[in-house]
């Protein structure tokens, strides 16, 4: 009211002279033609029609701000704690890797079918071995039970499917062990557990312990052949079963493993927890083999095992396992009790045994057992020898195959067996304060506590707390460019309001099964996305206050709505949209996380409409000029006394620093204007080289650095020295080659709910397939002999199951077995009864179950039939991790099997074969994943940016180039700092295209706008930059400082993404201003010939310079 008499009395003139303060006319006086585009810009806005829906809004808002903010807000509060109340299966974080996984891609499909339904669906009692019914147990995925004898309790033995799911992905945030120890654990428990060898499931073992040494002893043997992959291919065995001669598929060997069996208190009897710490020689010239060193080392030893909170492994003993270190190693070997028993003469005893053993261990002719009759080396190279040279030996050491092998010992390890706890986060605190101390003559370097994964997901959390001073700071940004407290403060509720109606939306409306910790992350994109509509807002709030001085408020706040609101509208659909594309990402987590992102843009659009109008006016009504508050930079011009403020008001003086802002817009946009071939030179000159680079590779091992190149547990593995590399067993002690396996029966298809990681569907079979028919049996028997030949084939695999049952029917008849028997190769192919009665039997008679998934498997229920059939082999290719050779392998033998399938029968066409594919699915699903969500997300905002500039190609065209530009420039660069496409960055390039849209849309939006009202192209360039350059550039500053935060995490992860946010905003502002913006002004005449070159809701085509008058009296503007 004040102002409003103070107006009225000075006769118009008060916000005339406001407009033009003593800084603006300094400005103006330069040149007066940018009053004359500002006015023709704003006069056209004044005088065009309204849509009528605006301006209902308006007047229902305008009659009671304050009690339409009032129920607004405890409507959005409602609604937001809605989601918290009626959800109670509210999302937990302490595995961050689940819903990493791939999901409905051909290739998990394949996957799934025999590493994860045939296991379940002999859980779920669907399937079995035997044609009966009973139970069988797969060896490579050992499920714990508490009574081994107890066949018929499924529960004993088959895991939950989400327990399932996490222990198989958490794996790749580095909380599980890799594969290779996975693969060795697994066949060591079953092992030890009876279960590798013989005896129908559910009957009594007699002797059980003595049975289980047996099949301990040959178990171990098997595996150190493996490794030297010496292994022939055996032959199937005949056992004689009350008279009836049983058929046995002879098992493949598993793999190799540095741990070995805790007897004595020196062996590991199972797979558990390890510490394994590092130490680099202080003085490389002298090495760790020194008393000092060594007793230094066991020094480390004692304080982890002495620490208050340390759960040693007790493998059923009264005390737990000794640590594995050079130490305790040597003061067995030397017949002394501890290492500080050791003395110098102890330790040259020592080096001349290493000395001695070393060839032998380095010709593979050394064992870990002392009872291999085959063990050549001599008597003094025992298994503690070898587990010397293999586990806490540098490879280098004393290495024969080096033709200068190194007699320094440089690096050593110690490991320390431990149970798996919450206390390693404590043991971890500690020994972080004892990297790059010396012990003796070792110094720490790098540890592992199989603890990572657990940090990691802890870390998540607290490095959320950054966010906070993100927060604070784009809330300063907020009251300098508002110049008021009481409206950044409501501006941040909406935004943030934004984050919790999303949740309900999502959690309680979709009712969504999974909430990802991914999608914590979208609180900075909250800030960057929802402070760029507020800072529009506000821009066309203070520009209307400015030019439409003398309307009253409701009719002023219309203009504010249709200039900021298409601005906003615009960005905020092509944003969203492209996040929404990222639902068409295999991986699950990335799924949702997508989808939630385009929920938080939608929605805080939706709520800047909702809220922002009722707070401004409010504002305007109520607050700007209370005696109370603040009227931040509300100086206003007396006519008499000059600048200054309005009486009875605690005015901040801000706004010489608006005025400094649009000054340098104001010249930003003449440069751009006039500079605009020589700017479109520079920007290709950097978009071209960064775009030849623009490709990252694939990871190369399934270890997933979570934290800093520094941190000890990434030095161990990953990054830095990779200390952990530097042991055979980490090198070698995991070799094995590519299994294969091939299935007839099964649908290769992911049928289960791809939002939900715990959902894996259920098995699938193909109701055509048959091997009983003569033609089938002679054609698998083809096949057999197919694989055998092929080149990629290791001699030392199993026989062909199809080959194992042809030899068992040509067995003689004996005893009381009179069927199945006694056949002649000539007999081959059998008639189908035959076939189909014997190849019953022989499963019947089947006891061994350490094949993996490989042999007949028959449906519980009902008829019993046979209903799939797997063959097992293993190829001649060694496993690797790296993505290039497992899709080369993938491609070989998809070739090979395609071919063979041609000549089968129509009962045996529909096969598939598979091998361990778990890691390449997911390296494949997160690279065909990335490309194509960018390249959807990019065709949905392209054609979303057409139809809101009226099918105006060209500005679509220019907008679509500087977004793919901004793109591939952020990749180009990422990839020179050595980026690759692992689990995390695959997260982080999904908000790629999002991010990288606001400022395009804006630009585009503004110049076609300015277009349509009258500007030639070079005004409009200028006047798009005046217009939108400070709220582009207010929300590139404040995602910045958000991206910047992030980069003081300790996670790798959130200083990933924070790195990422900074590239985005420099790339897509500098982008936009410099490139988008000089294009449209070197087009301008063919932009206008394209199209209308006016946005949404202008009603422009039939006149572009005639003025459309509204036809509502009341909000009938005038000139």
């Not at 929802?530 to 807002?537: H, I, L, N, P, R």
């Not at 019947?844 to 039939?865: A, C, M, Q, Y």
Request: proline fraction near 4%; charged fraction near 20%; hydrophobic fraction near 40%.
């Amino acid at each position: 009211e004040q102002f409003a008499e103070a107006e009225q009395n000075s006769g118009g003139k008060l916000m005339g002279a406001h407009a033009k303060s003593a800084p603006e006319r300094g400005v103006y006086e330069e040149d007066d033609a940018w009053h004359d585009l500002r006015d023709k810009h704003f006069q056209h806005a004044r005088s065009k029609g309204t849509p009528v829906a605006i301006r209902a809004y308006v007047r229902v808002v305008a009659c009671c701000p304050g009690i339409f903010l009032l129920l607004a807000c405890l409507g959005i509060l409602l609604f937001s704690a809605a989601g918290v109340l009626l959800r109670t299966d509210r999302p937990e974080f302490d595995n961050a890797g689940k819903g990493f996984d791939a999901r409905g891609t051909e290739l998990a499909g394949r996957t799934f079918a025999l590493d994860y339904y045939l296991q379940e669906a002999q859980c779920e009692g669907i399937l079995s071995r035997f044609p009966n019914g009973n139970r069988s147990y797969f060896v490579w995925n050992y499920l714990d039970d508490d009574d081994g004898d107890d066949g018929d309790d499924s529960s004993s033995y088959c895991q939950e499917p989400s327990d399932d799911s996490t222990r198989r992905l958490s794996r790749f945030f580095g909380s599980e062990p890799s594969r290779r120890h996975h693969q060795h654990v697994d066949a060591v428990k079953a092992a030890a557990s009876g279960r590798g060898g013989g005896g129908v499931p559910g009957a009594p073992a007699p002797n059980r312990q003595k049975q289980q040494q047996q099949q301990q002893q040959q178990q171990q043997q098997q595996l150190h052949h493996r490794r030297l992959a010496m292994v022939p291919s055996p032959s199937p065995t005949v056992e004689t079963t009350s008279g009836a001669t049983a058929f046995k598929p002879t098992p493949s060997p598993t793999g190799y493993t540095d741990f070995l069996l805790c007897q004595n208190d020196w062996f590991l009897d199972e797979f558990v927890g390890v510490v394994n710490v590092v130490f680099e020689a202080k003085d490389k010239t002298v090495g760790l083999f020194t008393l000092e060193s060594i007793q230094g080392m066991c020094e480390v030893s004692d304080k982890i095992t002495g620490f208050g909170d340390f759960e040693g492994y007790y493998a059923g003993y009264s005390r737990p396992c000794r640590a594995k270190s050079l130490g305790s190693y040597f003061a067995s070997l030397v017949g002394k009790t501890s290492c500080d028993d050791l003395d110098d003469d102890d330790v040259s005893t020592m080096e001349r045994l290493m000395t001695r053993c070393a060839p032998w261990y380095y010709n593979e002719t050394l064992t870990p057992y002392t009872y291999d009759e085959s063990d050549s080396a001599p008597d003094a190279c025992t298994g503690l020898v070898y587990d010397l040279f293999n586990a806490l030996f540098d490879y280098k050491f004393l290495n024969t195959g080096f033709d200068d092998p190194s007699t320094t010992l440089k690096y050593a390890r110690l490991q320390v067996p431990s149970e798996w706890g919450d206390w390693l986060g404590s043991l971890h605190n500690k020994l972080s304060g004892m990297v790059g101390k010396s012990y003796g003559g070792a110094r720490l370097v790098a540890y592992d506590l199989d603890y990572k994964g657990d940090l990691f997901s802890s870390h998540l959390l607290t490095d959320s707390a950054y966010a906070l001073i993100a927060i604070f700071a784009v809330f300063i940004m907020f009251c300098i460019h508002s110049q008021s407290a009481f409206v950044s403060l409501l501006g941040f509720f909406q935004m943030f309001s934004a984050f919790g109606v999303a949740y309900t939306l999502y959690m309680v409306v979709l009712w969504m099964p999974f909430f990802p910790f991914l999608n914590l992350t979208a609180l900075f994109l909250v800030i960057g996305i929802g402070s760029d509509d507020f800072f529009v807002m506000i821009e066309a709030w203070k520009a209307a206050r400015r030019q439409c001085w003398d309307m009253p408020a409701a009719k002023r706040m219309v203009l504010v709505l249709e200039e900021a609101g298409s601005a906003m509208l615009v960005t905020s659909l092509t944003t969203s949209a492209a996040f929404f594309a990222s639902a068409l990402h295999p991986i699950t987590a990335i799924k949702c996380f997508g989808l939630y992102c385009g929920l938080v843009v939608a929605l805080d659009f939706i709520l800047i409409i909702l809220l922002m109008p009722a707070v401004l006016l409010f504002y305007e009504a109520n607050v700007e000029y209370n005696p109370l508050c603040c009227a931040a930079g509300r100086r206003v011009v007396n006519p008499e006394d000059g600048p200054g403020p309005v009486p009875g008001c605690c005015c901040c003086r801000c706004c010489e620093v608006t005025n400094g802002t649009d000054w340098a817009f104001e010249k930003l946009g003449r440069f751009v204007a006039r500079g605009r071939f020589f700017l479109i030179l520079c920007a290709a000159a950097v978009i071209i080289p960064l775009a030849l680079n623009a490709t990252l590779e694939y990871p190369e091992t399934d270890e997933v650095q979570l934290f800093a190149d520094d941190h000890p547990m990434e030095q161990y593995c990953c990054t830095g020295g990779q200390y952990g590399k530097n042991f055979n067993s980490e090198i070698d002690g995991g070799s094995s080659f590519f299994p294969v396996r091939f299935a007839w029966g099964i649908r290769p298809k992911d049928n289960g709910n791809y939002w939900n990681p715990d959902n894996f569907g259920d098995i699938q079979f193909h109701q055509g397939f048959d091997m009983y028919s003569e033609e089938a049996q002679q054609w698998l028997s083809e096949f057999c002999a197919s694989v055998e030949s092929a080149e990629w084939y290791n001699s030392n695999s199993n026989d062909c199951l199809m080959d194992r049952f042809v030899a068992w029917m040509e067995t003689d008849c004996s005893g009381s077995q009179t069927t199945c028997c006694g056949y002649n190769a000539s007999d081959f192919p059998y008639d189908e009864a035959v076939a189909e009665t014997c190849i019953r039997k022989a499963a019947e008679l089947s006891t061994d179950e350490d094949w993996g998934p490989g042999g007949f498997w028959f449906k519980v229920e009902g008829d019993r039939d046979l209903k799939a059939l797997v063959l097992t082999f293993e190829s001649n290719i060694e496993f690797s991790e790296v993505y290039a050779d497992s899709r080369k392998f993938d491609n070989k033998l998809t070739k090979w099997l395609d071919k063979e399938l041609k000549s089968a029968p129509k009962s045996m066409e529909k096969a598939f074969f598979v091998s361990d594919f778990e890691f390449y699915s997911l390296q494949d699903a997160i690279g065909t994943g990335a490309y194509e969500s960018a390249v959807a997300a990019t065709v949905i905002a392209v054609l979303v940016l057409l139809v809101m500039s009226r099918f105006n190609l060209c500005v679509t065209i220019f907008a679509g180039i500087t977004i793919g530009s901004v793109v591939v420039s952020i990749t180009g660069l990422l990839a020179f700092q050595g980026w690759e496409l692992s689990v995390i960055n695959s997260v982080i390039f999904s908000c790629a295209i999002g991010m990288s849209i606001d400022f395009v849309a804006h630009l585009s939006h503004a110049f076609g706008r300015s277009l349509a009202r009258g500007l030639a192209p070079l005004e409009a360039v200028q006047f798009s930059i005046i217009v939108m350059g400070p709220s582009v550039t207010a929300a590139a500053l404040s995602t910045t400082i958000a991206g910047g935060v992030m980069l003081l995490s300790v996670t790798l992860f959130y200083y990933s993404y924070g790195l990422f946010l900074v590239y985005v905003m420099l790339f897509s502002w500098s982008y936009s201003v410099f490139f988008l913006v000089p294009l449209l002004g070197v087009a301008g005449p063919i932009v206008r010939w394209c199209g209308c070159g006016d946005m949404v809701g202008q009603r422009c085509c039939a006149s572009k310079n005639q003025d459309v008058h509204g036809e509502d009296q009341e909000f009938n503007f005038r000139p």
